[in-house]
């Protein structure tokens, strides 16, 4: 196994799959503001996607490039993580999703922003800046509504408590990572768990939401195993390449 | 024979298909012109991870060398140093406000929540009465204002840093 090839497939699958899910929101946001908002956002993810895949392809030395990886593995062979192939839901549970993922993001470039791997370093820091956009919003969102009506409480409260079991996979750690550790290309993720729990409940507490108690987790993205909403995202996805081979415009 | 400083002139044909008044020289994109043997090489850097223009400034500017007599052009796409509007020249950030985008100001740090947005004077009428409509609008780089004197609405082009 090339676990440089594998922890980049993991970080370009998560930007790919989060921006699949954004862009569904294209022409059904709850104001149009929020339409470009999501849409825009989405747009940063899928770039970054490109840059993680291309590299991942060319790290790979087989050929293949950025949109032969997006668009020609089955969900097998994908690596993002459970919570961004979740569904949106309603626009609370779309934000709150976004919320603990642009969290966790900001504080992976921080640290990835020293990688020794210069490839790494340079998208980690041209992805950084938008990110802290990203979670400015999102964080945003999660204070107004949590700390806004009623119906609106009770629904980022329940997205939350949804979504909580998804996130301790973003800590995952395995032998890839151990080796890119120990071999000097990516930083230690130490201290990254309790940084990312500091920096949520601040924003929670503001809200008025409840963190939740339930420790149970949800795991398996890393390693291929996903949950039943990837294959059909996946479906839309890949649907042009998978008809028409080859097919460019 | 071409020069690297006939290079840098040409470049100055090229426009950015989003913002068309901007030249790619105006918006500090390009990173860095080579000439080796009859090859130019011409580097440059995305303004925002996914913009979609890049392609298309890229093959603007291998169509623009090829026009003016440059045997072979290839272009080099890098992510570091990664961009910012700082690199937005004063002819640009000149050329911005004429079009009617107000150019970015010095914002402050981006991570405060809530914090009041930046004063953007109008491009229109110049009053500093405005306001944010959105964050987010009609491209990654720019955000949607209004001016509450003349009530026009505005593009203002965010600072990235």
Redesign the interface.
Known sequence: MNALFEYLVRLGDDSLIIGHRLSEWCGHGPIL?ED??MT?????????A??FLKYAGEVEGKGRTEDDLAYLRFDRDYRNLLLVEQPNGDFGMTIVRQFLFDAYRKLLFERLIHSKD??I???A???L??T??H???S??WV?RLGDGTEESHQRVQDSLDTLWRYTSELFYADEVDEKLVKDGVIPSMEGLESAWKASVNE?LAEATLKVPDNNWKHEGGRKGMHSEHLGYILAELQYMQRAYPGLEW | MVTEKEIWQYLEEVFDPEVPVLTVIDLGVVQKVSLESDVCKVTIT?T?????AMKRIEDDIIEKLTEKGVPKTEVEL???????TDWITEAGRKKLKEYGIAPPEDEPD?????AKPVVVPCPNCGSRDTRM??????T?CKA?YQCNDCLEPFDYFKC??
């Open positions: 503001e470009i908002a825009n956002l989405s747009l940063d993810f899928i770039g970054q490109t840059s210069e490839t370093a340079a998208i820091a041209k992805s800046k938008e802290k956009y979670l400015k919003h964080s945003e204070i924003v | 995305p925002y991870s996914g913009c979609p890098v992510l570091s140093p990664a961009w910012t981006k991570t405060v929540l809530f409509v959105s964050q987010f609008g009609s990654a949607h990235l840093r």
